[in-house]
């Protein structure tokens, strides 16, 4: 197309239009085009007397779809600076691009819009059929395009409107959700400062009681120390003078006499063990009973405990089996404090198995060492296998032959050398205690 005269302007931006329209673009592109057209047009017109405009489907390429180009050849030079300035719209805004060319002795402008994906694609066919149209439907009066540009004024007007109304009815609701936001932050916050304000009282609460725990234990241990130290001078004496009674330099009894002073005497000395087991568990619960470190030679103390506990097994249905730890068998612990542990387990296996044996046994682990004695005797149900550890637990049926006190004491013990003590039972089968210790103690 010849832009020369000033109603060439009114032609170009309608072809621009029609243009835009014939190959897909949208009414708002539509109008981005011929706007920016009819600007470049007017000031080309008015600087150089005119140009040449020329509309341009360039084939598409990999990085980027159809475009529709437009370029216009200045009938002069306009340098590019003074032409992007010149504008009273900001054309390259209407655009995705716009290139001056100031090059040569004609500038060349050169704007382009792209083709949505779906439109109907330019091959050669189309394009020959847009020629055809193009040129049957001639251009209007400059006075048809001022009406149809008006029209399109106001239609971009109420778009205008309608977005706003639009962002007006956002606006509204981003404000009303920031203060069911604010509301619930609010609520959250209150909620999780009465949550603090509960654990904090939970925590003294809890300290209040563990306190109150830790005195009720020192307590008892007191008390049992107490008691079971004022009891130990009056219970040996009975003991003491129920022996003088049966001496043989004392005046001679009854049969009756005589089997009525050794229930005295047995008596008291069950209580005597009980009143000294009480003692022992008192003193190591108090944390006063510390261990005098030093090697011990396991080979000793096994050897000890198999001479005093073989008078023990008397049934000649339980063998006492006590191995020989492997060499080297020493570990640094308390002698005395670990034969107790040992004998309590041996002593318990002894008296609860009917037949079978009774074994202990010692394997080296690599820091430590595992004395284990075992048994064939009834066992202990799953579910007792802890509560035989509490003080004065005894099960059903074995209340007479013994205190309850002596496998709390034993873990006691094992604890305080630095070690553990645990069972595994087969109820029926026998039971296992293990004793685990450090191979260096203290
Ligand atoms: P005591 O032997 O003086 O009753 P313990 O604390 O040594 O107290 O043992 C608690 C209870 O655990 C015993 O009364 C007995 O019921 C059970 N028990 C302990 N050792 C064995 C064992 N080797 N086999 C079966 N039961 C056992």
Same mark, same amino acid.
């Given at each position: ?24 673009? @949208? !009414? ?21 007397? +005119?140009?040449?405009?020329?509309? =341009? ?46 090059? +040569? ?22 394009? &020959?059929?847009?020629?055809?149209? =193009?040129? %049957? !439907? ?11 540009? !008006? ?19 956002? /606006?509204?609701?981003? #404000? ?16 999780? @400062?009465?949550? !603090? ?6 925590? #003294? ?13 020192? %307590? ?5 120390? /107490? ?15 129920? &022996? ?45 009973? @510390? ?14 405990? &198999? ?26 612990? $308390? ?9 309590? =387990?041996?002593? /318990? ?17 690599? $820091? ?17 296998? /802890? ?49 685990? =210790? ?5």
């Amino acid at each position: 197309m010849a832009l020369r005269v000033e109603h060439d302007i009114f032609v170009v931006r309608q072809r621009g239009r029609e243009v835009a329209l014939a190959v897909g673009l @949208e !009414n708002q592109d539509q109008i981005r085009i011929a706007t920016a057209l009819s600007e470049v047009a007017r000031y080309l017109l008015g600087r150089v007397g +005119g140009a040449d405009v020329t509309f =341009l489907a360039p084939p598409a390429t990999a990085g980027c779809g159809p475009v529709l180009r437009i370029d216009l050849t200045a009938l002069g030079a306009v340098p590019a600076d003074e032409l992007r300035h010149g504008q009273s719209v900001p054309v390259g805004r209407l655009v995705d691009s716009l290139d001056v060319d100031d090059r +040569g002795a004609a500038t060349v402008v050169r704007m382009s819009r792209r083709i949505p994906p779906g439109a109907e694609p330019l091959d050669n066919d189309r394009l &020959r059929r847009i020629r055809a149209d =193009l040129a %049957a !439907n001639s251009p209007g009066t400059p006075l048809d395009e001022l009406a149809l540009q !008006n029209q399109q004024l106001i239609t971009a007007l109420d778009e205008v409107r309608t977005q706003r109304d639009e962002l007006a009815v956002l /606006n509204d609701e981003l #404000a009303e959700t920031n203060r069911g936001v604010m509301a619930l932050y609010g609520q959250l916050s209150e909620e999780l @400062e009465e949550t !603090n304000r509960g654990v904090v009282a939970l925590y #003294a609460e809890l300290d209040e009681k563990s306190a109150q725990l830790r005195a009720a234990s020192e %307590a008892k241990s007191r008390f049992l120390a /107490n008691v079971s130290h004022e009891l130990r001078a009056p219970v040996t004496a009975i003991l003491g003078l129920a &022996r003088l009674i049966t001496d043989s330099g004392s005046d001679p009894l009854t049969e009756e006499q005589s089997r009525q002073v050794e229930l005295i005497r047995t008596s008291a000395a069950d209580l005597l063990s009980l009143v000294n087991d009480l003692l022992d568990l008192a003193k190591a619960e108090s944390g006063r009973l @510390e261990p005098s470190w030093d090697e011990v030679d396991l080979r000793v103390v096994f050897g000890q405990l &198999r001479g005093t506990l073989r008078a023990l097994a008397t049934s000649a249905k339980v063998e006492l089996v006590v191995e020989e730890p492997p060499q080297p068998a020493t570990i640094r612990s $308390d002698e005395v404090l670990l034969s107790q542990v040992l004998r309590n =387990l041996l002593h /318990n296996g002894l008296k609860f198995t009917e037949s079978g044996e009774v074994r202990m046994r010692a394997e080296r682990l690599a $820091d430590g060492w595992r004395l284990i004695v075992s048994d064939t005797g009834p066992g202990i149900p799953h579910e007792l296998q /802890n509560r035989i550890f509490e003080e004065f637990y005894q099960l059903p049926g074995t209340r007479s032959r013994g205190t309850g006190l002596g496998l709390s004491y034993a873990r006691r013990l094992a604890t305080l050398l630095g070690g553990s003590l645990e069972l595994t039972s087969e109820p029926g089968r026998g039971s296992t205690f293990v004793v685990t =210790l450090p191979t260096h103690g203290g």
